[in-house]
């Protein structure tokens, strides 16, 4: 199996995994290198219509992401 895609920022490898199951279904988790917030996993490709949000997961961190946002902004 090969999968290649321009990612926005660096990935760690060494934590990073995918797993496959029945159907087809491939499940990719890509550990940032570091702590920001990606407007698009890939970079300069259109989003892959099968490509989705875990919503769930992006409400559940959603607190935290605004803080990291708001520590990221340069003052003006």
Do not use: C
Not at 49 to 55: E, F, G, K, P
Not at 64 to 71: C, G, I, N, Q, T
């Amino acid at each position: 199996m090969h999968l290649e895609l321009a990612l926005y920022a660096e990935i760690d490898p060494e934590m990073s995994f995918y797993s496959d199951s029945s159907g087809g279904r491939l499940t990719v988790n890509l550990k940032k290198k570091t702590i920001e917030v990606w407007p698009l996993p890939i970079s300069g490709q259109i989003k892959p219509t099968n490509m989705q949000i875990w919503w769930e997961m992006k409400e559940k961190h959603a607190a935290e992401m605004a803080l990291l946002e708001d520590s990221t902004k340069t003052p003006t």
